[in-house]
Each structure stands twice: as structure tokens, then as C-alpha cells.
T-cell receptor, first 108, second 112 residues
Framework: GIQVEQSPPDLILQEGANSTLRCNFSDSVNNLQWFHQNPWGQLINLFYIPSGTKQNGRLSATTVATERYSLLYISSSQTTDSGVYFCAGGSTLGRLYFGRGTQLTVWP | NAGVTQTPKFRVLKTGQSMTLLCAQDMNHEYMYWYRQDPGMGLRLIHYSVGEGTTAKGEVPDGYNVSRLKKQNFLLGLESAAPSQTSVYFC???????????FGEGSRLTVL
């Protein structure tokens, strides 16, 4: 299967700071998604982004498919951004491989 | 719309017991998935279905069985539970195989 590496594994920020999370893939993917798992365990889809750049409020994501990586940017972070961020990718219909996540803690 | 609903939310089993987790989605999605999440491991795909009446193995299928008799439902069965199956189980669905994934709220299973 596809290996997915996420960095950093842990990130601690103060409110208002910006951050960049990275996801590397061992092989080409045509399906790439970012998720946020909040402290209550809910998984929310942030972006479906197999290539290019997308923005949603303070969050944006960029995928460079030819170099097999994706970046998630969080600007002006808030305490509600805390949780675990996962990226997942796949090339075979229905099979999506997840990274181990980045644990983000935002302090007030 | 409820989205993706999982039942039960919590369950404690003894080793050797059997149980079934039910996943229901009301978004008319073709694809449905069962994942398990263990500490520090991310999510791993157990089984998935590309449509009513079909199932396929994922990364960690051993010890589990699934059925998709109706398009909106995807059942995950444990025939003889083992402590290694203690985990949080997530169901998900998508419109197509490369589509956006929507998750249920998870089911926490403990096997003693």
C-alpha cells in the first residue's frame, strides 16, 4: 500500500499564530483529502485536493501531485483548531491510506 | 439529513463473543467503508463496498466480516472477538471511489 508520512507529529501554538502541516506520499495518488479530528473524536473533511490549491476561511491546502506532497496552512489559529489533522491518499478506487496525524494544540 | 450514523456508540465484549456494528447513510452514496483507529496509528481500512451487494478487503480484514444488503447500510461483524480488536471503529461513505469521504461519529469497542 501507499505510505503516508505526516509532519510534524506534534505542534503547539499560541492563538493567532500561523502553521504549516505537511504530508508526503510514497507513490502517486489521485485522491487526496485532509481531515480534522476534534477533541471529541469527530472526523470532519476539510479538503478534497488531489492537485492545486484550495482555501476555506483561515485554512488552505496545496497539493503538488508530481512531487507527491500536500501542505495544509492554518492562519491566525484559534483554540477551536486544536485536535488531530490527518491526510489521506489513494490511487485505487475505494482505498484511502491515512497518515498518523499531526496533533495540534492551540493555547489562548 | 443525519449523514452517516453508527450504532452502537459503545460496547464491551468478552473474548469469544460476537457482535455487529451497523452503519447507515442517507446521502445515497455508492461507496461505504469501515476503518479502525488505534492510538498513534491513524485510520486503517478494514473492508469497503463499492455498491449494494459488493464487498472488498482493505488493509486489516482478518477477524471481520461485512455485508451490504441494502445501499444505505453497511454491517461490520466480529464472529469471535479478541482483545486485539479493542479499538474505535469508524464508518464512512462517499459518492464515488475518489470522492469526498464523510465519517460517522465512531463506535468504541472494548474486548476483555
Amino acid at each position: 500500500g501507499i505510505q503516508v508520512e505526516q509532519s510534524p507529529p506534534d505542534l503547539i501554538l499560541q492563538e493567532g499564530a500561523n502553521s504549516t502541516l505537511r504530508c508526503n506520499f510514497s507513490d502517486s495518488v489521485n485522491n487526496l483529502q485532509w481531515f480534522h479530528q476534534n477533541p471529541w473524536g469527530q472526523l470532519i473533511n476539510l479538503f478534497y485536493i488531489p492537485s492545486g490549491t484550495k482555501q476555506n476561511g483561515r485554512l488552505s491546502a496545496t497539493t503538488v501531485a508530481t512531487e507527491r506532497y500536500s501542505l495544509l496552512y492554518i492562519s491566525s489559529s484559534q483554540t477551536t483548531d486544536s485536535g488531530v489533522y490527518f491526510c489521506a491518499g489513494g490511487s485505487t478506487l475505494g482505498r484511502l491510506y491515512f497518515g498518523r496525524g499531526t496533533q495540534l494544540t492551540v493555547w489562548p | 439529513n443525519a449523514g452517516v450514523t453508527q450504532t452502537p456508540k459503545f460496547r464491551v465484549l468478552k473474548t469469544g463473543q460476537s457482535m455487529t456494528l451497523l452503519c447507515a447513510q442517507d446521502m445515497n452514496h455508492e461507496y461505504m467503508y469501515w476503518y479502525r483507529q488505534d492510538p498513534g496509528m491513524g485510520l486503517r481500512l478494514i473492508h469497503y463496498s463499492v455498491g449494494e451487494g459488493t464487498t472488498a478487503k482493505g488493509e486489516v480484514p482478518d477477524g471481520y466480516n461485512v455485508s451490504r444488503l441494502k445501499k444505505q447500510n453497511f454491517l461490520l461483524g466480529l464472529e469471535s472477538a479478541a482483545p486485539s480488536q479493542t479499538s474505535v471503529y469508524f464508518c464512512a461513505s462517499s459518492f464515488i471511489g475518489t470522492g469526498e469521504l464523510f465519517f460517522g461519529e465512531g463506535s468504541r469497542l472494548t474486548v476483555l
